[in-house]
């Protein structure tokens, strides 16, 4: 299969849509024909031209088509972005010398302890439970059942 190579002269080219304005300029004045309409309908009076609406219109129209100028071949609206893009970047790279990306890290192995086997000695476990009679059950079931009692918990020193 046969590769090609584009240059980059081809790629980096703008299209021109009508005369010497780009697509990004095109929508930039037609900013300000949707902002009379909404400036026209929505604002108070409605569907009447006062003077503060006729200002607005005029300061968003004057600033659009300052955007929309092309300097050095490039659209005032990209200046601006780039100039943004400047300013709002960080200004000091902190290094935190404890930061763990990018380090090779030597950890030591710790010795492993060598395990004696110990003789277990089997003891009998004495049972001092008393047997408890099936009414006693009834009667602690039924003394926990009316709620009149409370169950706490009490820890001692010594951890479980």
């Known amino acids: 299969m046969r590769t090609t190579i584009i240059p980059a002269q081809i790629t980096t080219v ?13 929508l930039i004045m037609m900013v300000p024909i949707l902002w009379t309409a909404l400036v026209y309908l929505l604002l108070f009076p409605a569907m009447k031209l006062v003077p503060y609406k006729l200002a607005l219109i005029i300061l968003v129209t ?30 000091y790279y ?6 763990l990306v990018g380090r090779t890290l030597d950890i030591p192995e710790l010795p492993t302890e060598i395990a004696h086997a110990k ?10 439970s008393e047997e408890i009679d099936i009414s006693s059950l ?23």
């Open 138 to 160: 009834v009667k602690l079931e039924h003394i926990i059942e009316s709620g009149k009692v409370a169950l706490t918990y009490q820890f001692g020193k010594k951890s479980i």
């Open 62 to 91: 004057i600033s659009c088509l300052t955007l929309a100028f092309r300097i050095k071949d490039k659209i005032v609206a990209e200046w601006l972005g780039v100039l943004i893009r400047f300013r709002i970047r960080p200004k």
């Open 119 to 128: 003789r277990r000695v089997k003891k009998a476990v004495k049972n001092e």
């Open 14 to 26: 703008e299209d021109k849509i009508a005369g010497s304005l780009n697509m990004t300029q095109i």
């Open 94 to 99: 902190l290094f935190n010398k404890n930061d």
